[in-house]
């Protein structure tokens, strides 16, 4: 923010409050032309700002709410649950971790599903009832999903595939047991119980070396691949190599993996969260599913947990699958493998060892590919068929949805997107992979299951009692414009535990024995609540937008890579463009919903322009026939670099290729087909075909955006991605009158300043600070109560806005400005004599002073909290650590400026109040006794219109921060990040402006 008061308030004006931060037009617009007028309404009516309401409960935002298993009190519930809601939020996750627990926690106290558990759920949820909230359960505790009661050996356990191996010499014989697993299972770990994990064969092979016997990977000779597997007895093999060179015998082996909740092996100290163990279940084979649904059916849901549910319930939630395996395993894997890919993965297993990197293989290293390829697809099926479906037909027959993170696995994510109740992708793995959530929402819209896409919002590392609400909003805000219309924010924690100090319990800082932390604790216990329900008013209004009507996005983009993440092309030269995109994976071809009408790729949903085919050296025979059909059924197609030669997969190797060949020569021959050399020539290419972006910017870099189309209004959420503020114009696709929805109050403002540069297209300015979204809606009529006139302004010298049926001009000097207008007129509007800026400089501070009741204390006496409070007169406004006895202090601070106007000073128009910068945390102001809306924590800057009088005027500035500062006092190994800024760090402006009507 510039240090010049006079233009600091001029920017001020220009970007105070959404009715002026995106409606301007400064300067003619040359080859504007008028816009067609949005219909009048039948009673004439005048033109108006609207509102849009706070939407219903379950499009608001919920918590991850973590519970120390079952040390919890139903009292305690009810009252956490209450803030929930008081803070304006939707519901709540019940999630068992306690990562930072590392003390004596009994099962019987402190375990799930124990009695006191069952009593927390249902307190938890007969509390939801009264208050009008959705709940959802976690499948287990922590994750990934785990069954008590079954053990390692059991088919419902998770399985992996691991290898023994032993060099042999040419003639030699080997005569002795079979090479053992060259690893202990994975899940086993030192400190953790001890657990017998039996050993099965799957096969025993051998094969003559061919180069290094030392390399990586070991290159076998193809032709000298023997099985052995029916030559075991007795676990022992008996065989004599053939002369010459050297041999390998490779032992193929699976076994549980032995592995417990995730959260045992962050730490360095163990209990058990059930009573018997419970270990991770097989999510590639049909028990690891029912072991779980009986689980809960059998020991779980009471009666009158069931009743609840039904009325309160939401989801079954599965989260992230962090497996410990060394190669995914399932008992049935070679019959399935064999059922579903038409050949034996028996005789070649040795070629699928190894996680990223492969273990084996021959010297034509593309035969092992299209082995692991069948491998992973083999896996990526069984997950849908075993787990998620049966999963997702439980959860139905309770009344509730399945949710799931469905990726870290070898999975067609894309497609497991599609046939879940509701995909769930998040902040933290995706924050460097956006593409991972364009692949989900490509997912939810092909699928039809549902119109959300979840996100786990606001895991920041080493985040821990240092976010602030405006945080909370810039990590929110990427995954909106990505596809993302729901959010669950981590989190919200219980109040107290075995080992949770001041000022309160808190599972993630710190991690087990490591010394990095997640964010965030939100709850009372935070200086922060008190501000809470502006944010979550903020993302419940961008949910209720971004969950209207149906998603449309301009180009698709194929995907084959497993799992969620993409390496193979590069989007930037397409946003810049003002294209969206989402990713389809293979599977995603493959749905009925993946047609084409009219020159677009499912016409009824997302009604893609293009698809766009990265380079890729393979690609599945299947997808490339269905891109020649989409291609020939009239859908625009960029191939991008060059054209693969493989088809993925193995068997019929040469037969497959040559069809690949030729079904890309005819691809490649088809009117619809453009090539380029590489993802920066896509937009040239798609512009050539007079396809544009339905968003194009104008002097705005690193713009992103997401459309929904409900009849014939259109909403777009543009989100600024550079770290700096931006001003420009933005051409949108769609009819109508712009409107701008500012989410932190609902104020809906018709857009006064705005062309029609062609039919179907409309024109504006939006400005936005690092970080910000811009949120326009377009309708041919009133929306939410706001309407625009019968004329508006196509280019003007200055903000311009709807006062009673006409416009008017607004400015902070005095002057003549003008405006051409729609009705091709040229207006002009004479603003007199406006007040000079002030610089608000002399402050009285009063701090709240937060500190621990009880230092070092835990239990219930932890979340005690010392209020001590603090005076200081201020001159010049800084950081608390540069004020006397406030470098340490965490809490709240209260501002209070007075200053006198004349009468000749008030603004006959109004005025526009700008904070300028505020320290970590959040801030709210009262003006003359009135609390202002909820002001827009990234920036605040608030319009006063005529809250100003003559005499004495108080403006009084609350500004709550994080404790970050504070812990690193009482708890300085735990929380060693730097300190923070607090405060309000200003300047603070108070800029007149004024008005005159256009004629």
Do not use: C
Not at 101 to 126: C, D, F, H, N, Q
Not at 922 to 936: E, F, I, M, T
């Amino acid at each position: 923010m510039s240090s010049n008061p006079s233009e600091a308030s001029r920017r001020s004006v220009l970007a105070a409050g959404t009715a002026v931060a995106a409606a301007a037009v400064a300067g003619p617009v040359a080859a504007a032309r008028p816009a067609a007028a949005a219909p009048r309404a039948a009673d004439d009516a005048a033109p108006a700002d609207g509102t849009l309401a706070l939407p219903d409960t379950g499009r608001r935002p919920a918590f991850r709410y973590w519970w120390p298993g079952g040390g919890v009190t139903p009292q305690q519930i009810a009252k956490e649950v209450d803030a929930m809601a008081d803070a304006g939020f939707g519901g709540f996750e019940i999630a068992d971790v306690r990562n930072s627990e590392m003390v004596p926690m009994p099962v019987r106290s402190y375990g799930w599903g124990t009695p006191a558990w069952k009593e927390g759920v249902i307190a938890a949820l007969r509390t939801a009832e009264r208050r009008g909230l959705h709940v959802d359960l976690t499948l287990g505790p922590y994750w990934p999903a785990v069954v008590p009661g079954v053990r390692p050996d059991d088919d419902a356990a998770m399985k992996e595939l691991t290898y023994g191996q032993v060099a042999v010499t040419g003639g030699e014989m080997f005569d002795a047991a079979v090479p053992a697993p060259h690893s202990a299972p994975s899940g086993v770990k030192d400190g953790l119980p001890a657990v017998a994990v039996t050993l099965v064969l799957q096969a025993v092979h051998a094969a003559r070396v061919s180069g290094s016997a030392t390399a990586t990977p070991l290159v076998l000779e193809q032709a000298s691949l023997t099985d052995l597997t029916d030559r075991v007895r007795d676990g022992r093999l008996r065989w004599t190599a053939p002369p010459g060179g050297r041999w390998v015998i490779v032992a193929s082996w699976s076994r549980g993996t032995a592995m417990i909740e995730r959260q045992a092996y962050y730490q360095g100290y163990f209990y058990s969260f059930t009573d018997p163990q419970a270990y991770v279940v097989d999510h590639f084979g049909a028990g690891g599913a029912e072991a779980i649904t009986d689980w809960w059916d059998k020991d779980l849901l009471t009666p009158e947990m069931r009743s609840l549910l039904r009325s309160v319930g939401r989801d079954f939630f599965e989260d992230s699958l962090e497996f410990l395996t060394e190669l995914h395993w399932t008992p049935l894997m070679q019959q399935e493998f064999a059922a579903r890919r038409g050949y034996r993965l028996r005789s070649l297993l040795p070629l699928v060892h190894g996680q990223s990197t492969a273990v084996y293989v021959f010297e034509d290293a593309t035969v092992g590919q299209r082995v692991r390829r069948d491998y992973f697809q083999t896996l990526a099926d069984l997950y849908l068929d075993h787990h998620l479906a049966p999963l997702d037909d439980w959860a139905a027959g309770h009344g509730m949805s399945l949710r799931v993170q469905p990726y870290g696995a070898p999975l067609d994510s894309g497609l497991a997107a599609a046939r879940a109740g509701v995909p769930e992708g998040e902040s933290l793995a995706f924050g460097s992979e956006p593409d991972s959530f364009r692949l989900l929402a490509a997912g939810r819209d092909l699928g039809r299951r549902g119109r959300v896409l979840s996100s786990e919002m606001g895991a920041v590392i080493n985040g821990a009692y240092r976010l602030s609400l405006a945080d909370l909003v810039t990590t929110a805000n990427p995954g909106y414009a990505l596809g993302v219309n729901q959010v669950r924010v981590h989190g919200f924690p219980y109040a107290s535990s075995p080992a949770g100090q001041w000022p309160g319990f808190y599972p993630w800082a710190p991690l087990g024995e490591n010394t990095i932390n997640f964010a965030e604790a939100w709850g009372p216990r935070q200086p922060q609540w008190r501000h809470a329900a502006g944010t979550s008013g903020y993302l419940a209004r961008v949910h209720a937008l971004l969950q209207s009507g149906t998603g449309k996005v301009d180009v698709a983009v194929y995907h084959e890579e497993f799992d969620a993440a993409s390496t193979q092309f590069d989007g930037a030269s397409l946003t810049a463009s003002g294209y969206s995109y989402q990713r389809l994976s293979w599977g995603l071809l493959g749905l009925p919903t993946a047609t084409v009408s009219g020159g677009r790729l499912d016409a009824k949903g997302g009604a893609y322009k293009a698809l766009v085919v990265p380079q890729s050296s393979t690609m599945l025979l299947d997808s490339a026939r269905r891109i020649l059909a989409l291609a020939r059924a009239g859908l625009p197609v960029v191939l991008v670099g060059d054209l693969p030669t493989t088809a993925s997969g193995y068997g019929d190797v040469a037969r497959r290729d040559a069809e690949l060949e030729s079904v890309l020569a005819r691809l490649t021959a088809d009117a619809h087909v453009s090539r380029v050399a590489d993802p920066a020539g896509v937009p040239a290419a798609l512009g050539r075909r007079g396809l544009t972006g339905s968003a194009v910017p104008d002097g705005i870099g690193g713009l992103l955006h997401v459309r929904r189309a409900e009849g014939d209004t259109t909403h777009y959420f543009l989100l600024n991605t550079t770290g700096a503020a931006v001003r420009g114009t933005v051409t949108l696709e769609g009819g109508g009158s712009p409107y701008l929805v500012d989410p932190w109050t609902g104020n809906v403002v018709p857009v006064a300043v705005h062309h029609a540069p062609q039919p179907g297209r409309v024109a504006l300015e939006i400005a936005a600070q690092a970080g910000e979204a811009v949120l326009v809606t377009l309708s041919p009529r009133p929306f939410h109560g706001a309407r625009g006139g019968a004329t508006h302004a196509v280019s003007a010298g200055t903000t311009v806005r709807y006062a009673g049926r006409g416009l008017v001009a607004r400015a902070a000097k005095a002057g003549t400005y003008s405006a051409r207008l729609s009705d091709g007129r040229t207006a002009t509007a004479t603003i007199g004599r406006v007040p000079e800026a002030l610089t608000l400089s002399s402050w009285k501070l009063t701090v709240e002073d937060w500190r621990p009741a009880h230092p070092g204390e835990t239990e219930a006496a932890a979340t005690g909290t010392v209020r001590t409070v603090h005076h200081a007169s201020l001159s010049e406004l800084v950081s608390w650590q540069h004020i006397d006895g406030l470098a340490d202090v965490s809490g709240v601070g209260t501002y209070t400026a007075t200053f006198p106007l004349s009468t000749a000073q008030v603004p006959s128009a109004g005025a526009v109040l700008d904070l300028g910068g505020i320290g970590a945390g959040s801030v709210a102001v009262r003006v003359n006794g009135h609390d202002l809306p909820p002001l827009n924590q990234l920036h605040p800057v608030a319009d006063l219109g005529t809250r100003l009088r003559a005499g004495t005027n108080t403006v009084e500035v609350v500004v709550a921060t994080t404790l970050l500062n504070r812990l690193k006092v009482t708890r300085p190994t735990v929380y060693s990040q730097p300190k923070q800024e607090y405060g309000l760090l200003g300047p603070v402006t108070v800029t007149p402006y004024g008005e005159g009507a256009l004629r």
